[in-house]
Nanobody, 116 residues
Framework: QVQLVESGGGLVQAGGSLRLSCAAS????????MGWFRQVPGKQRELVAGITSGVGPATYADSVKGRFTISRDNTKNTVYLQMNSLKPEHTAVYYCAAGPAAYVYWGQGTEVTVSS
């Protein structure tokens, strides 16, 4: 069973930065894609960024392009989300997700709060 554990969330002032980490454990051959989603109350969970284990480019939601960067360290089975120039509208619970093609494994979520 694949397990994902996020860390790095917290409270930050607008304009600040945070780096989220997600460590995966278990049968890593079942993971090809890893990504970050976010959810705010009353809204659907949305994909923020995704990355594969292969050579393909990372994908980003239009709202975070140029501001957030996803990266992956396969030697540590960890995916990161560097978030810069944060705004209050980035406040959400951020979830790590992974899977062979679709996102089928989920972390417990980490809260990010951006104060104005």
């Amino acid at each position: 069973q694949v397990q994902l554990v996020e860390s790095g969330g917290g409270l930050v002032q607008a304009g600040g930065s945070l780096r989220l980490s997600c460590a995966a454990s278990g049968p890593m051959f079942m993971i090809r894609v890893m990504g970050w989603f976010r959810q705010v109350p009353g809204k659907q969970r949305e994909l923020v960024a995704g990355i594969t284990s292969g050579v393909g480019p990372a994908t980003y939601a239009d709202s975070v392009k140029g501001r957030f960067t996803i990266s992956r360290d396969n030697t540590k089975n960890t995916v990161y989300l560097q978030m810069n120039s944060l705004k209050p509208e980035h406040t959400a619970v951020y979830y790590c997700a992974a899977g062979p093609a679709a996102y089928v494994y989920w972390g417990q979520g980490t809260e990010v709060t951006v104060s104005s």
